[in-house]
């Protein structure tokens, strides 16, 4: 089946709405006490309000992924970000890797990865970073076989989540 990586604009704004809800849906109801899931989603990181915010934001770029022509994942990429520690450094930070469950275990991931390392380069990037659910075992295991190593943790501040899924790892692969 062909893959296609696509990246996005504005215009897709509801588009991306609708793929992050149904992915995250997915993978994170479980993560949430009653109500705080559909908060997230709706309000917090997923109304088309906001992803249209965040994709008119020219620091930003997102790419949605296609498996004979039907959304199946996202990327997004923050080219110039920073973090506790990588204050010296130009960073760019993969905030979000998302792929429906159908599409696991296909080298999408992968390929999503090599991409934003990719755009990192070609942007004269020294490190790329991103957040992990530390609870997400396999997720921080593909990532360091992609040789990122762990360099610091992170907390959530949602009160609607539930506490044992707050805490996040940090990663970084310097270039």
Known sequence: MPIEIKEINSTHAEALSQLSKAIYAEHYLHLWYPGGAD???HEQAYHPAKLLSE?????????????DEQPIGYLKIKISATWEGFELFDCLEIERIYLHKRASGKGIGKQLMQLSEQIARETHKDKIFLKAMDSSH????FYQKLGYTICGTWVLPFEQMKEEYRG???LSKTL
């Open 39 to 41: 908060w997230y989603m």
């Open 138 to 141: 396999n997720a921080v295991a």
């Open 55 to 67: 994709l008119s934001d020219t620091n930003n770029r997102h790419f949605i992924v296609y498996e």
């Open 168 to 170: 996040m790892i940090i």
